[in-house]
């Protein structure tokens, strides 16, 4: 452990930055629920005419991970298994 005491500042704009994107992604979520349940099935919204809002179709491709463990053997998931690792900040509430 560090002590991060001179830091304080920094931990306070850290705890309203975070609250205030949880709000905005709440607001934003909101709005967009609005918009698309007006859009419908139709694929550009405007206003004075000019495009605001569009449904765009994107197909993409995924691997199935599901899929291929039920057509692999364990030994060939294995084989195609990699570990990771990485570093989570977080928040701690108090």
Do not use: N, Y
Not at 24 to 47: F, K, Q, S, W, Y
């Amino acid at each position: 452990m560090i002590p991060l005491d001179t830091l304080t500042g920094w931990l306070d704009v850290l705890r309203t930055a975070t609250a205030e994107k949880k709000r905005a992604e709440e607001v934003i979520a909101a709005a967009r629920v609005h918009l698309e349940e007006a859009l419908g099935e139709d694929e550009v919204g405007t206003v004075d005419g000019q495009p605001v809002v569009r449904w765009a179709h994107v197909t993409s491709q995924r691997f199935d991970q599901k899929k291929a463990q039920g057509l692999l053997t364990p030994e060939q998931v294995a084989e195609c298994t990699v570990a990771s690792e990485s570093r989570r900040f977080t928040l701690v509430e108090s």
